[in-house]
T-cell receptor
Framework: ETGVTQSPTHLIKTRGQQVTLRCSSQ?????VSWYQQALGQGPQFIFQ???????GRGNFPPRFSGLQFPNYSSELNVNALELDDSALYLC????????????FGPGTRLLVL | AQSVTQLGSHVSVSEGALVLLRCNYS??????LFWYVQYPNQGLQLLLK??????LVKGINGFEAEFKKSETSFHLTKPSAHMSDAAEYFC??????????????FGKGTHLIIQP
């Protein structure tokens, strides 16, 4: 049990729609990172939020955006969904951006039809 | 840029045998290295991490890994495999302890199969 929860667990959307995925960080963790894991692949870094501001970003287009709230919850928003966005989305919380303190949630599996 | 190569997308061992999962990394600076395990339909669980202290790192469930700078490797081992070890294993590297510019860079994973 990592103390990191994600909702929903599964989601089906159609191409062109928008989706919001939610993450609740471990208490006291002021940093949240989001990863996309396509089937059969390792996770890929989307971005990180630290104290409610984007702190770093991977190679993902602007239609992937995020929010982090003072209560240690966060959101990943994806606009104009594409078929290739089908994946497991993982959030990970950590303390003060220190990767060695990072814990992952169970993920949200998104299917885009 | 940093990268991780995991040799062998599938590794099969007998129950009770040695487990060896290979990981080589590329990093322009001294790296932070991690091994994660993922069971079906679950998130990632940290097995162990190297953060520039001891080069031999012990983790959970009897796993350990050795950081070898000269070989740019961080192989994962376990002396005796158990059926419950069957899972997907990911090696990951980061340039930073703090700072999130890159996040973690993961390998493609190795699927560990345990034969009874």
């Amino acid at each position: 049990e990592t103390g990191v929860t994600q909702s929903p667990t599964h989601l089906i959307k159609t191409r062109g729609q928008q989706v919001t995925l939610r993450c609740s960080s471990q208490s006291g963790h002021n940093t949240v990172s989001w990863y996309q894991q396509a089937l059969g692949q390792g996770p890929q870094f989307i971005f990180q939020y630290y104290r409610e501001e984007e702190n770093g970003r991977g190679n993902f287009p602007p239609r992937f955006s995020g929010l982090q709230f003072p209560n240690y919850s966060s959101e990943l928003n994806v606009n104009a969904l594409e078929l290739d966005d089908s994946a497991l989305y993982l959030c990970a919380s950590s303390l003060d951006r220190r990767i060695e303190t990072q814990y992952f949630g169970p993920g949200t599996r998104l299917l885009v039809l | 840029a940093q990268s991780v190569t995991q040799l062998g997308s599938h590794v099969s061992v007998s129950e009770g045998a040695l487990v060896l999962l290979r990981c080589n990394y590329s990093s322009s600076v001294p790296p932070y290295l991690f091994w994660y395990v993922q069971y079906p339909n679950q998130g990632l669980q940290l097995l162990l991490k190297y953060t520039s202290a001891a080069t031999l790192v012990k983790g959970i469930n009897g796993f350990e890994a050795e950081f070898k700078k000269s070989e740019t490797s961080f192989h994962l081992t376990k002396p005796s495999a158990h059926m419950s070890d069957a899972a997907e294993y990911f090696c990951a590297v980061s340039r930073y302890s703090g700072g999130g510019a890159d996040g973690l860079t993961f390998g493609k994973g190795t699927h560990l199969i345990i034969q009874p």
